[in-house]
């Protein structure tokens, strides 16, 4: 029970300083059912859940969902093997789903999956193949057009971490591309330039300590052609916007200064030289979305303070200042969450246990109350 515990912490720990769209904690009260990840379709109708129950011998995977936002009906329902980090993940057009995280059986090292599922038919298509099945993925995300899948996958061998960014076609699940590195760690992809290239987040592991770096991967020829170097960060959150512009980046101090600050920027892949700070109180953001228009920047967070509520937070990007902040619930101690913002950031999804409250992101309206069984 203590080694799986600590299993699962560990593994928590590492995918938490991601830039995952959706990011759960670690539970520790005794919750029945929980929601530990969410993803909203492109068209923000529906939402999906992967659904758990956490007992004393630790997480039991459930199931993955799909619920209709409008009506808050559950559409589908799918199984789920993943005992530690699950996520989900929709296509652009909404007809498939990703589940995907590590699976752990008796007497043997948890392996990596990450399975397609067909949504109306509630048929499994196939698992996306990996050559290591050790591991865990940091990240993963459909292109714009739907064609190809990109999963960020890390191991750790011998004490050192080595990085693998895989490509699979999303209709045959077929390995397209592979690139491997030894001293770069991304943890987060986007598609830009027509879906020609990667702009990867993560960082360099050197002899003089870790930085953190912007990079970018040309799928064509497969190698890095152009890297801009941030500092002595660690990448928690990153987003893009549509058409590949503006990218914000949460960050949080790493090295000598561990724990003493952390900010939230915007840039311009085209001219990262000057990026633009955010103004952010005492919070930690958990989820991060552009407007349609890219000029405002609206995030889930969570407060700082004793009363640990989440609030709903806009930041203006040509300026940097806040466009307001609504509060909402408080966090009760020590139970597990989520969160995630449509892709038109309009709604704000806010998982506690098994309850799932959708409220608009401009006002903090509840639109929607999931209750998950």
């Given amino acids: 029970m203590l080694f799986r515990l600590l299993t699962v912490l560990v593994v928590f720990f590492s995918v938490v300083v991601t830039g995952v769209r959706a990011q759960p904690v670690e539970p520790l009260a005794i919750v029945s059912i929980w929601v530990s990840a969410m993803d909203f379709s492109s068209d923000s109708k529906n939402l999906a859940l992967s659904v758990g129950r956490w007992e004393d011998v630790g997480f039991l995977p459930l199931r993955y969902e799909v619920w209709n936002k409008d009506s808050g009906r ?183 200064q561990a724990g003493t600050a952390a900010g939230l920027e915007v840039l311009q892949w085209q001219s990262p030289q000057t990026p633009l700070s955010l103004t952010m109180s005492r919070i930690t953001p958990l989820s991060l979305h552009f407007n349609s228009e890219g000029n405002e920047l609206h995030g889930v967070a969570l407060s700082l303070e004793q009363d640990r509520k989440f609030q709903l937070c806009r930041w203006d990007t040509q300026t940097g200042d806040s466009l307001g902040i609504v509060t909402l619930d408080r966090l009760p101690d020590d139970t597990p969450y989520s969160s995630i913002i449509d892709s038109k950031a309009e709604i704000a999804a806010i998982a506690i246990g098994p309850t799932v409250k959708l409220h608009r992101t401009s006002d903090g309206e509840l639109l929607q109350t999931l209750q998950v069984d």
């Fill in 74 to 256: 559950r559409l589908q329902s799918f199984s789920n093997q993943m005992e530690q980090n699950p996520r989900v993940l929709f296509s652009p057009d909404g007809t498939k789903l990703i589940g995907y995280g590590l699976r752990v059986r008796e007497g043997k090292e948890p392996e990596v999956r990450a399975t397609v599922w067909q949504i109306d038919s509630g048929e499994k298509l196939f698992d996306l193949p990996v050559e290591e099945p050790q591991g865990y993925f940091t990240h993963m995300a459909f292109s714009p057009d739907g064609t190809s899948i990109v999963g960020i996958h890390q191991l750790q061998r011998e004490g050192k971490r080595e990085t693998s960014v895989y490509v699979w076609d999303a209709n045959t699940g077929a390995s397209q591309q592979r690139w491997h590195d030894s001293s770069y760690h991304p943890v987060a992809a986007h598609y830009i330039d027509n879906n020609q290239k990667l702009l990867l987040a993560g960082w360099n592991a050197t002899p003089g300590g870790s930085h953190t770096s912007l990079q970018e991967l040309d799928l064509r020829q497969g190698k890095i052609t152009r890297t801009h170097a941030i500092g002595k960060y660690a990448i928690a959150r990153s987003v893009m916007g549509d058409g590949g512009n503006p990218l914000a980046l949460y960050w949080v101090n790493i090295g000598e």
